[in-house]
Each structure stands twice: as C-alpha cells, then as structure tokens.
C-alpha cells in the first residue's frame, strides 16, 4: 500500500534521508525508531507529501507522492496523519475540529459530517466533550480528538509521529489503547514511537533509523530477539532501562 | 489671555448656517468617515499582505516585504502630498479626478493615503500573528486535505486574527491621530476645524481643549469596541501559542 523506494532528502545541504526503502503491505502496522535527528519524522512527512522530496519514489495506494500532477489535498486526506503536539485548531469546538476536513475536503454534508464525527467521538471515549474547545481537554484527551479528527476522512491508512511522547505518563495508555484497536481492526499504520510495549503488541515490523539511514527492518519479534546491528542494540538496551 | 469663555461654541459662524460647536463636529464626523474607511482599506489590504509574508511563493513573500519597506519608510505627510499634488498628474484619469467635488478629492487622497499607510502596518502584525502560531497548525490542516487557502482561511488566519486584536487595537488609534495630517491638503476634518475656529474667534484655548476632548472621546470609543471585540472572540481555555 505504501511503498518507500530510495528516498533522498536535504534540508538545504543537510541530507537528512540517504536512501530509504521499505514496503508496507495493507493492514501492516509498522513502528520506527531510533535517536533524536536520525530522520523519522521527516520520513513519514515524505509520505504525504509535507515535505518534498530530492530523489527517489513514495507510492501510496499506486499514486506516486512526487509525482507533478498528483493532487496533494485528495491523497491527503486519504491518508491520516497523527502529530506530537496534537494540532488541533484552537478556535474550533472539538465537533467542528472533526467536520471541518468532512466538509471542506470531501464535500460531505454538514448532518453527515456530524453524524461521522459523533461515531468517532464516541469510538475514542469522548462524546460528551464535542461542545468543548480543545484547550479545555487534558493532552491525552486531546490526542484521541486528533486521531478522530483523521479517521472522519475514512483513510486508508494512518501516520503517526510519536503521538504519545507529549504526554503525561498517566495519559499515555488511554492513546495507546485507542491505537492498538486501531491496528486490531486492520488500520495500515506507520507509527513513529519509543514505545516498546506498544511496538512489540501491535508491530507486525519494526523499522530502525539512524543518521537518515533505514539500518533495521525486521518482523517485530525477531528485532527484539536479536537486533542485527550494534546501534540498534545500543538503542534499545538504553531505551528498555527505562 | 482672558478667562476661558466656551460661549464661543454656541455663536453662529460668519456664514450663519451653523455654530461653532456645528463645525467641530463637522470635523469630527469627516474624522471618524475618513478614518473608518481608511482602516477599511487597511485591513483589507494588510491582511492579504501579511497572509502574501508567509505564504511558499517567494514572488509574492517579496512583494509584499518591498511593499511593507516602501510604505512604512516614506513619511506619511509625503505620501499624502504624492497622492494628492502627484499621482493626479501622472496617473490615466487624472483628469477627471481633478474635476470631481474638491471635498471628495481630498477625502479619497486622503483615505487612500491613510490606508496604504496603514496597511503596511497591518501586514506585519498579521505576518507575527500567523508565525506565531504553533508551527503544526499549518501542516494538521495541510495533512488533512485543506489546501493551502483554505489552510489560511479556516485554521491560520482566524486564530491569528485574534491574537492580534491587542496590537490592530493601537493600529486603529494610530489610524485617527494620523488622519490629522489630513488637514494639510484642506480636508476639513477635526484639527482643521479647531483651527479654523482659531482663525475666526481668536479663542485657541478653547477651541484646542474642545479638539482635544474629541479625539479624547473617540479614543476612549475606539478602546471599547475593540475589547468588545476581543471578548467576543476570546477562545475558551486557549492559552497563547506557546511552542
Ligand atoms: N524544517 C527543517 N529545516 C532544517 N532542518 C530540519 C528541519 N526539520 C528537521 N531538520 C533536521 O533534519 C534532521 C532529521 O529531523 P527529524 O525531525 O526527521 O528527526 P527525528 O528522527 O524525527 O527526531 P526526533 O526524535 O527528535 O523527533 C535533524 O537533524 C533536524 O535537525
Ligand atoms: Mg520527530
């Protein structure tokens, strides 16, 4: 479903992705690690297309990212993105954080883009916060608004860029949970995380970067057992101390 | 100097249509339609500016910061002489500019004038709002499909809009002081009739202190509507931008 294909990309001269290749098959949950800077984010943000990319091939859904005459918005919307710090727009009620998109991007109706959002509202726990703002909701709960706000586009496949690492700890699992459903239910997802308890319950994959490089992409169980090089054991051995 | 005497304002003036009093608030009513419409102009105007700051596109990020240079540099009294004495001449239609009412050709040098001014101003408040925004808004309503107007549109410019309802609010200020300058080209707004009543009772005190209170007024009226405004459009439990 979304295939990576030796992805270049410089920030300026800075090369920050040397490339990067890997497959994701539908239904597959991927998580990817590594240290601060070694390029996770900007690589899932190669995969809608936030970012451009120097050379090299993103594909979702047999649509090439880069491609001049792809429409970015459409492949957008099908494609979900989940960030650290949540984003939700701060003026907009939690109801009308998950219309607006509906609305805007896929012309639905505005009973139609309510009635969607009431189900999801209700699927993440928080049905009766809709008439809230977002700054009236704990960052976890928060969170869960987000991840609602992508699946009312109905896509096809979700991204995640360390969505619990604003967290505070006691709010963590309420996100995870709702995560680990998410993959349950056979969403594709790629999910940038230091959470290992989550990688090793849901990731079919674990893909390891460093310095911009992929230098690791093994099934889930087999990277744990028995990571293949010295930076990954380092990395791992330093993040499960914790 | 005698003691202050404000019977003057209640006396006809020479040509008995009116009173004093009569042509200050003639002034002050030409002051606040000027000024009103030049803000018009200026938010309009400086709001797509400041959205032209921030945009991708270095051709319109660069047009907006020359236009921002060049209207913010040049002193405003020069600019109110340009498009007064100079722009009629060189400009197509000219002509017939210099053929309408004389009040109505001041009124418009003056509100353009004003605004363009004032419009550079805007743009850069509008510039600091978006970009001090969370820096994730922008790509939250980009990943969601948005495109980048409607990016603008929804999510950037009214978040931003009311951050800088503090700031516009002293731009707004601005806007009437700054439309006394006006009264050099013979519009007769609030300054030019406090000295025109100078020149016809000889009573400055008088006639100054009233100019005063006035604008001190509008002032005041100024400050109210905008926290008005700025209660109204207070977001619950948003605390600033932060990050
Ligand atoms: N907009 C940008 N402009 C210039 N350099 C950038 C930009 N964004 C990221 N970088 C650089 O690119 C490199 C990779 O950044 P990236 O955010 O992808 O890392 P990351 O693996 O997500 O790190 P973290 O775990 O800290 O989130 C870093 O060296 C970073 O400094
Ligand atoms: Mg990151």
New interface residues.
């Given amino acids: 479903m979304i295939s990576i294909r030796d992805v270049h990309k410089s920030y300026g001269t800075v090369e920050v992705l040397s490339g990067c290749s890997t497959e994701v098959k539908k239904g597959e949950v991927i998580v990817v690690c590594g240290p601060s800077g070694s390029g996770k984010s900007t690589l899932i ?1 190669c995969v ?1 297309g ?1 970012e451009p990319i120097q050379s090299g091939e993103i594909v979702v859904d047999g649509i090439s990212v880069a491609a001049r005459r792809t429409n970015l ?9 989940v ?3 949540f ?5 907009l009620k939690v109801i009308d954080n998950l219309t ?2 509906q609305r ?3 012309g639905r109706r505005e009973e139609e883009a309510r009635a969607r959002a009431f189900s999801l509202l209700d699927r993440v726990g928080l049905r009766e916060h809709a008439h ?6 704990s960052g976890g709960q928060q969170q869960r608004v ?1 991840i609602a ?2 699946l009312a ?1 109905d896509p096809i496949c979700m991204l995640f860029d360390e969505p619990t690492s604003a967290l505070d700890p006691e709010m963590i699992n309420e996100v995870l949970d709702v995560m680990v459903a998410l993959a349950r239910d056979g969403m594709t997802m790629i999910v940038v995380t230091h959470e290992m308890g989550f990688a090793r319950r849901v990731a079919h994959r674990i893909v390891f970067m460093d310095r911009g490089k992929i230098v690791e992409d093994a099934p889930t169980a087999d990277f744990f057992a028995a990571p293949k090089t010295d930076r990954a054991r380092q990395f791992l051995s330093k993040i499960l101390q914790h | 100097m005698g003691p202050l005497d404000f019977h003057v304002f209640l006396q006809p003036v020479p040509t008995g249509e009116t009173t004093y009093l009569g042509w200050l608030l003639q002034g002050l009513r030409t002051t606040v339609l000027l000024s009103a419409c030049a803000w018009a102009v200026a938010l309009v105007l400086g709001s797509l500016l400041g959205v032209f700051r921030t945009v991708p596109s270095r051709a319109l990020r660069a047009i907006a910061g020359a236009y921002v240079e060049v209207f913010r540099n040049v002193p405003l009294l020069v600019q109110l002489f340009i498009w007064y004495f100079v722009v009629p001449e060189i400009v197509p239609g000219g002509e017939r500019f210099k053929q309408i009412d004389p009040w109505l050709q001041q009124f418009l040098a003056s509100m353009f004038c004003l605004g363009l001014f004032t419009a550079a101003r805007v743009c850069e408040q509008v510039r600091a709002g978006i970009e001090s925004l969370a820096r994730g808004q922008r790509n939250a309503a980009l990943a969601l499909g948005l495109t980048l107007p409607q990016t603008y549109r929804h999510v950037l410019l009214p978040m931003a809009g009311r951050i800088i309802v503090p700031p516009l609010t002293s731009e707004t200020l601005n806007v009437f002081k700054n439309s006394a300058v006006c009264s050099t080209i013979g519009l007769l707004e609030l300054t030019a009739q406090g000295r025109q009543l100078v020149d016809y009772t000889a009573r400055a005190y008088e006639s100054f202190l009233a100019v005063t209170v006035l604008y001190l007024l509008l002032n005041a009226a100024v400050l109210l509507i905008m926290r008005k405004v700025e209660a109204r459009t207070r977001v619950p439990g948003y605390l600033g931008s932060g990050r």
């Fill in positions: 943000k809608n936030l918005p459409k492949l957008r919307a099908r494609v979900g993105m960030f650290q710090h984003d939700l727009f701060p003026h607006l998109a805007k991007v896929l809230k703002h977002p700054g009236e909701l987000a706000r992508s586009l």
